[in-house]
């Protein structure tokens, strides 16, 4: 089946480590994203990449890194930077031509 | 003034009655614009999008008032089913890299 699969589901780190969240579609799609959500909040673009080996900040890009080695996969590293990354993670794919974005089922990282 | 605006809610309503839900949108260059759902603790999945023209799904009906810049969701003989967050989302380019998504709107159906 075709999809976006992020793992993994729940991520507690402790204050000060950096961690990596995985992103991967095999929907062939071109664009990718990265949103946080926090309760009560929209989803707040982080990154994206619209090709491989390119990505742009998005609104809320501080603290955060990415790399687009393969169209397949999107990771996102929160740093030691980020200074309240504990937040529900999404990731997302489309097509060009298209509006709708596909969502993976999110990682909801906990720093303690 | 957000870019995307809902009432949070949550909307209590018993089975089978009709709830709406509205949203306004600040940028009148928006190109295209969605109504997502989203279950509690999972992702978003969308509902269906909206045009000028408004269009219906079975018991859902989307609108769209470019003038006004508001979008609006008509779920008509509520389901226990339809319980989840409703976000609105905008698309302010053709890209769709510029896509803003609502806090979204809580909705509680009841037996």
């Known amino acids: 089946d075709g999809g976006i699969t992020q793992s993994p589901k729940y991520l507690f780190r402790k204050e000060g480590q950096n961690v990596t969240l995985s992103c991967e579609q095999n929907?062939?799609?071109?664009?990718m994203y990265w949103y946080r959500q926090d309760p009560g909040q929209g989803l707040r673009l982080i990154y994206y990449?619209?090709?491989?080996?390119?990505?742009q900040k998005g609104d809320i890009a501080e603290g955060y890194s990415v790399s687009r080695e393969k169209k397949e996969s999107f990771p996102l590293t929160v740093t030691s930077a980020q200074k309240n990354p504990t937040a529900f993670y999404l990731c997302?794919?489309?097509?060009?031509?298209?509006?709708?974005?596909?969502f993976g089922p999110g990682t909801r990282l906990t720093v303690l | 003034r957000k870019e995307v605006e809902q009432d949070p809610g949550p909307f209590n309503v018993p089975e089978g009655a009709t709830v709406a839900f509205n949203c306004t949108y600040s940028n009148s260059a928006s190109q295209s614009f969605f109504w997502y759902r989203q279950d509690c603790r999972k992702e978003p999945k969308l509902l269906m999008s909206?045009?000028?023209s408004g269009n219906e799904d079975g018991r859902f009906t989307a609108q769209l008032n470019r003038a006004s810049q508001y979008i609006s969701l008509l779920i008509r003989d509520s389901k226990l089913s339809d319980s989840a967050t409703y976000l609105c989302?905008?698309?302010?380019?053709?890209?769709?890299?510029?896509?803003?998504f609502g806090a979204g709107t809580r909705l509680f159906v009841k037996a």
């Open positions: 997302a794919s489309k097509v060009p031509w298209q509006d709708e974005q596909f």
């Open positions: 929907l062939n799609h071109d664009a």
């Open positions: 909206v045009y000028s």
């Open positions: 989302v905008v698309n302010a380019d053709t890209g769709g890299f510029k896509t803003i």
């Open positions: 990449s619209q090709i491989v080996n390119d990505f």
